[in-house]
């Protein structure tokens, strides 16, 4: 009777799989947060076959309970179109800056972390901000 133990060079204990696509796009999620972003606005063409994977997947994940945590004032819009245009997202900032992500040949971790390293720029950028306020 087996006991299911995972061994081989390719598994680390508490850790998982080695370079798993899976794995890595979660690590990457795991640090997203919306407390700098007023409104993200999502468009694909479903009928693009491979094109609107990724743009998908990082949808479905942006929109959980944890991430929407962070900010409940960011509405997170969903536009789903038929006239054959490559995926894209647009991201708009509480200090009115907005972000264009042309998605069309990026995998979903990548999104995901060009999206953590834009948002974490806009939040240094509110703590610096904060922080002469107060030295006033």
Same mark, same amino acid.
């Given at each position: 009777?087996?006991? +299911?133990? $995972?061994?081989?060079?390719?598994?680390?204990?508490?850790? +998982?799989?080695? *370079?798993?696509?899976?794995?890595?796009?979660?690590? !990457?999620?795991?640090?997203?947060?919306?407390?700098?972003?007023?409104?993200?606005?999502?468009?694909?063409?479903?009928?693009? +076959?491979?094109? /609107? @994977?990724?743009?998908?997947?990082? !949808?479905?994940?942006?929109?959980?309970?944890?991430?929407?945590?962070? *900010?409940?004032? %960011?509405?997170?819009?969903? =536009?789903?179109? %038929?006239?054959?245009? @490559?995926?894209?997202?647009?991201? $708009?900032? =509480? =200090? +009115?800056? *907005? /972000?264009?992500?042309?998605?069309? =040949?990026?995998? !979903?971790?990548e999104i995901a972390e060009e999206f953590k390293v834009l948002c974490g720029i806009y939040e240094r950028? /509110? !703590? @610096? @901000?904060?922080?002469? $306020? $107060?030295?006033?």
């Amino acid at each position: 009777m087996s006991r +299911g133990y $995972k061994y081989g060079i390719r598994y680390i204990p508490r850790i +998982g799989k080695l *370079n798993d696509p899976d794995t890595s796009f979660y690590r !990457a999620m795991r640090g997203v947060q919306l407390t700098q972003v007023s409104k993200v606005e999502m468009m694909f063409d479903p009928f693009t +076959g491979k094109q /609107a @994977e990724s743009i998908r997947s990082f !949808a479905f994940h942006l929109d959980t309970h944890k991430i929407r945590q962070t *900010n409940f004032k %960011c509405s997170v819009k969903l =536009n789903v179109v %038929c006239d054959r245009s @490559e995926p894209s997202m647009q991201v $708009k900032f =509480n =200090n +009115g800056d *907005n /972000a264009l992500f042309k998605t069309q =040949n990026l995998t !979903a971790q990548e999104i995901a972390e060009e999206f953590k390293v834009l948002c974490g720029i806009y939040e240094r950028k /509110a !703590a @610096e @901000e904060e922080s002469k $306020k $107060k030295r006033r």
